[in-house]
């Protein structure tokens, strides 16, 4: 469920996690990564997910 919160761009999780923008687009095409919403032609993120996904990653 997505909060009030800012929604992240693909740079802003990119930043976040330390991981290059192209390594986010090859975990969406093969199912890995966090889950991201399409608003027209660009990828959002929901903060809470990113961080519940990391999370996810260290267990």
């Known amino acids: 469920m ?3 919160e ?3 761009t ?3 999780v990119s930043a ?3 991981v290059p923008v192209g ?3 090859q975990w969406r095409y093969l ?3 966090p889950a991201a919403y399409r608003v027209g032609r660009h990828l959002r ?3 809470a997910a990113v ?5 996810e990653q260290a267990s």
């Open 31 to 33: 199912g890995l990564g």
């Open 6 to 8: 800012r929604l992240w």
């Open 51 to 55: 961080k519940a996904w990391l999370s």
């Open 2 to 4: 997505v909060t009030a």
């Open 16 to 18: 976040f996690l330390v």
């Open 10 to 12: 693909i740079q802003d």
């Open 23 to 25: 390594t986010l687009h």
């Open 45 to 47: 993120y929901d903060p």
